[in-house]
């Protein structure tokens, strides 16, 4: 299970390095659309997102379109030692600095801690999908913990070489609520 999962990671991690920019822009373009036409996004209030990495659809213009919209947006910063997300609210980019693996995370000195009960979107990263709404992450398994006993609405975004018929699953593996793809929402 390991070495398939690992397989596909490289194999969509190829993709992000292959694909040209404004290839990969136009396909983020069309899931921003999906997103941000989602009666769930527009009733949300409250919403947990990353701060994407290479290998993942930007996120950056989610954040300003929910702050455009006067929404509360929370963004984690990773805790190695219990292997585990605390979210934080931020209103700037400016909130934020390098951190866990390179990753722009919430500086905790300039934002607020944010109960992860209190999201009503949860946007979960990920590198493959299957349309049974299983992912597979970057191998930590930190939002398989934070999602466990959660009831909330989450969703990953995805391009369209990141679906697949399946992707292997554990028995701690969550399957999401909705997948927003460059062709719509799978739910």
Same mark, same amino acid.
Not at 69 to 96: C, E, W
Not at 142 to 154: K, P
């Given at each position: 299970?390991?070495? =398939?999962? #690992?397989?596909? #990671?490289?194999?969509?991690?190829? =993709?992000?390095?292959?694909?040209?920019v404004?290839?990969?822009? !136009?396909?983020?373009? /069309?899931?921003?659309?999906?997103?941000?036409?989602?009666?769930?996004?527009?009733?949300a209030? #409250?919403?947990?997102?990353?701060? +994407?990495?290479?290998?993942?659809?930007?996120?950056?213009?989610?954040?300003?379109? @929910?702050?455009?919209? @006067? /929404?509360?947006? +929370?963004?984690?910063?990773?805790?190695?030692?219990?292997?585990?997300?605390?979210?934080?609210?931020?209103?700037?980019?400016?909130? $934020? #600095?390098?951190?866990?693996?390179?990753?722009?995370?919430?500086?905790?000195?300039? !934002?607020?801690?944010?109960?992860? $009960?209190?999201f009503?979107?949860?946007?979960?990263? @990920?590198?493959?999908?299957? /349309?049974?709404?299983?992912?597979?992450g970057? @191998?930590?398994g930190?939002?398989?913990?934070?999602?466990?006993?959660?009831?909330?609405?989450?969703?990953?975004?995805?391009?369209?070489? =990141?679906?697949?018929?399946?992707?292997?699953?554990?028995?701690h593996?969550?399957?999401?609520?909705a997948?927003? $793809?460059?062709?719509?929402?799978?739910?």
């Amino acid at each position: 299970m390991m070495n =398939q999962k #690992r397989d596909f #990671r490289l194999h969509i991690r190829n =993709q992000f390095e292959e694909l040209p920019v404004h290839l990969i822009n !136009t396909k983020s373009n /069309k899931v921003y659309d999906h997103l941000f036409h989602w009666s769930i996004w527009k009733k949300a209030s #409250r919403v947990a997102i990353t701060m +994407a990495t290479n290998n993942e659809v930007e996120t950056i213009p989610i954040i300003e379109k @929910g702050w455009e919209q @006067g /929404k509360t947006m +929370a963004v984690p910063k990773v805790n190695p030692k219990h292997r585990a997300l605390d979210f934080y609210v931020i209103d700037s980019f400016n909130d $934020t #600095r390098e951190d866990f693996a390179g990753i722009l995370e919430p500086d905790p000195s300039v !934002t607020r801690l944010i109960t992860k $009960t209190s999201f009503d979107l949860i946007i979960v990263p @990920g590198l493959a999908f299957d /349309k049974q709404k299983f992912r597979i992450g970057f @191998g930590g398994g930190y939002y398989d913990r934070f999602l466990e006993s959660l009831n909330v609405t989450t969703c990953s975004l995805v391009l369209d070489f =990141q679906l697949f018929d399946y992707v292997p699953s554990e028995c701690h593996d969550i399957p999401l609520t909705a997948l927003i $793809t460059e062709t719509g929402i799978i739910r």
